[in-house]
């Protein structure tokens, strides 16, 4: 399944751990050459849903000025709240990682390979896998 992170916040005056859960899964910014395969009109972010595994995108939100090069990519590390259409579960979707030509795509298969589905989110044909 895709990257799973649970944070428990404490309120260290109190010593309790608050109720809520946060999960996260990676998500992806495709532009240019990486976005070949879709409406350039459509700016949408990739994901799969750490809940139930399937994959969504969702319109983005941030201008692309306001991501930062981090770890050899450029990035939004506050991420988006976002839902699951499918199991209504609810998520972040934190790093979001801009993506702008093929060669990027496969570096960032590369770095984040163990935190990413069986099949990889970024890459719109999956020529490894036979149907």
């Avoid at 990519?73 to 990682?97: H, I, K, Y």
């Avoid at 960032?108 to 589905?117: G, I, M």
């Amino acid at each position: 399944m895709g990257l799973h992170h649970t944070f428990v916040d404490v309120d260290l005056k109190e010593g309790n751990a608050m109720d809520g859960r946060n999960v996260e899964t990676v998500g992806v910014r495709r532009t240019g050459w990486a976005a070949l395969d879709r409406d350039p009109q459509r700016d949408t972010v990739e994901y799969t849903c750490p809940h139930c595994g399937v994959r969504g995108q969702k319109n983005a939100r941030r201008e692309r000025a306001q991501y930062h090069f981090t770890d050899g990519f450029l990035q939004d590390l506050q991420g988006e709240a976002t839902r699951c259409r499918s199991c209504n579960g609810s998520f972040r979707v934190m790093p979001v990682v801009l993506l702008h030509d093929q060669d990027e795509t496969r570096r960032f298969e590369a770095v984040f390979s163990e935190e990413l589905p069986e099949e990889p989110v970024a890459t719109p044909v999956n020529s490894r896998r036979a149907a």
